[in-house]
T-cell receptor
Framework: DADVTQTPRNRITKTGKRIMLECSQT?????MYWYRQDPGLGLRLIYY???????NKGEISDGYSVSRQAQAKFSLSLESAIPNQTALYFC?????????????FGPGTRLTVT | KQEVTQIPAALSVPEGENLVLNCSFT??????LQWFRQDPGKGLTSLLL?????REQTSGRLNASLDKSSGRSTLYIAASQPGDSATYLC????????????FGQGTTLQVKP
């Protein structure tokens, strides 16, 4: 089984809908991240979390919220989806104690907002 | 502000050729640098991680080097194969405690049989 899993893998939704993307990891890492990838813009950080009680905004957090339900679970929500949130979303994990903060990525969720 | 650049954006080579992918960054104060591979529509696979105190890392046919003072890293792929065709991304981790990575735009490699 994959160490970092994301659900759903693909999602099409309409403008104004609330949507949640979920991430689970079995690596036992404390740190988890959400990125989005857009053609020509690369990957950009949305939110990150160092543990269940520590949530931080990244560079493009507007329009998004997150929840760290457990060490292994980190969810990203779009409260009211808009078309420019159409992108590929990645969850990642890292741990300072192993591999010096090497980051491990999930397979991604392709989100389309119509 | 740290910026990461990868040139060229795309590269096409015949099978068997040795090749070098380039990554440059504007601020030499980094914690580490990581090279990833991304297949179309897929996630990122970590290839190599180089700590700021290291000069290079090797894994199989891959060798990554780091020159912090000049703000450059290279990924050397020996004896390229069609299965190496993918987009290669480099990312730097600034020394802040956020742990976030700053990514380049990637180089899309095509290895022709």
């Amino acid at each position: 089984d994959a160490d970092v899993t994301q659900t759903p893998r693909n999602r099409i939704t309409k403008t104004g809908k609330r949507i949640m993307l979920e991430c689970s990891q079995t690596k036992g890492h404390d740190r988890m991240y959400w990125y989005r990838q857009d053609p020509g813009l690369g990957l950009r950080l949305i939110y990150y979390s160092f543990d269940v009680k520590d949530i931080n905004k990244g560079e493009i957090s507007d329009g998004y919220s997150v929840s760290r339900q457990a060490q292994a679970k980190f969810s990203l929500s779009l409260e009211s989806a808009i078309p420019n949130q159409t992108a590929l979303y990645f969850c990642a994990t890292s741990d300072p104690g192993t591999g010096g903060y090497e980051q491990y990525f999930g397979p991604g969720t392709r989100l389309t907002v119509t | 502000k740290q910026e990461v650049t990868q040139i060229p954006a795309a590269l096409s080579v015949p099978e068997g050729e040795n090749l070098v992918l380039n990554c440059s960054f504007t601020d030499s104060a980094i914690y580490n640098l990581q090279w990833f591979r991304q297949d179309p529509g897929k996630g990122l696979t970590s290839l190599l991680l180089i700590q700021s105190s290291q000069r290079e890392q090797t894994s199989g046919r891959l060798n990554a080097s780091l020159d912090k003072s000049s703000g450059r890293s290279t990924l050397y792929i020996a004896a390229s194969q069609p299965g190496d065709s993918a987009t290669y991304l480099c990312a730097v981790r600034p020394p802040s405690n956020t742990g976030k990575l700053i990514f380049g735009q990637g180089t899309t490699l095509q290895v022709k049989p």
